[in-house]
């Protein structure tokens, strides 16, 4: 159950993303996927904190990125827009994943 909502959501965050990150979809659009997934992973009801693999972990971690940078850093933030492509490159095994971040579970 978990792996499928990880494999799930994983690809749902690319998409979901990597259109934000284009301008093809709004700010607003972006957060509502995020909370979605939130309530979707509370509904599991998952008490361990920790991660069971490092690709659940950059997952969590770009959801974090998500809800905590602005809009504005999200649009204009060049360090932080690799780091976005790296943790969605690597969640489509495309790349390594990132060295430095913190990624746990809500």
């Not at 009801?45 to 940078?69: A, D, G, T």
Request: with cysteine.
């Amino acid at each position: 159950m978990l792996d499928t909502f990880l494999e799930q959501k994983s690809k749902q965050l690319v998409f979901f993303l990597s259109r934000y990150l284009r301008g093809q979809l709004p700010h607003r659009e972006m957060h509502l996927f995020v909370w979605d997934t939130l309530e979707e992973w509370a509904q599991l009801q998952v008490s361990n904190k920790v991660p069971q693999s490092f690709r659940e972990m950059v997952f969590w971690h770009l959801i974090y990125q998500l809800e905590l940078c602005s809009e504005a850093e999200l649009k204009s933030d060049r360090r932080l827009r690799r780091e976005l492509h790296q943790c969605m490159g690597y969640l489509l095994g495309k790349t390594q994943g990132p060295a430095d971040f913190v990624g746990v579970r809500p």
